[in-house]
């Protein structure tokens, strides 16, 4: 399933990226949902999640027989402190 990570939010461009908070606000959403709530037109919102698409960034889907498209963001691997290591010298001088 298309995400994205912190570092490919980095490289999005403006209109990309209001795409995307449209998207986490609501999803799924239909094209024409997303040229009103952004206020853009329409065939600049459709090349825009056509390359989004491609990309890989936001999922494509058909629901109820309408093309829908929402946005999954990818976590980050946890990181795991080495409590041994830290403990180790807390008595030693």
Not at 5 to 10: A, F
Not at 20 to 45: N, Y
Not at 62 to 90: A, M, Y
């Amino acid at each position: 399933m298309p995400a994205l990570s912190s570092l490919d939010l980095l490289a999005l461009s403006a209109e990309e990226q209001a795409v995307v908070r449209c998207l986490l606000q609501e999803s799924p959403l239909s094209s024409d949902k997303i040229a009103e709530q952004l206020a853009l037109d329409l065939a600049q919102i459709d090349q825009l999640l056509a390359d989004m698409t491609a990309r890989q960034y936001i999922l494509r889907q058909e629901l109820d027989g309408h093309t829908v498209f929402s946005v999954q963001l990818r976590r980050s691997p946890q990181r795991v402190r080495n409590s041994s290591l830290l403990s180790f010298n807390d008595g030693a001088v």
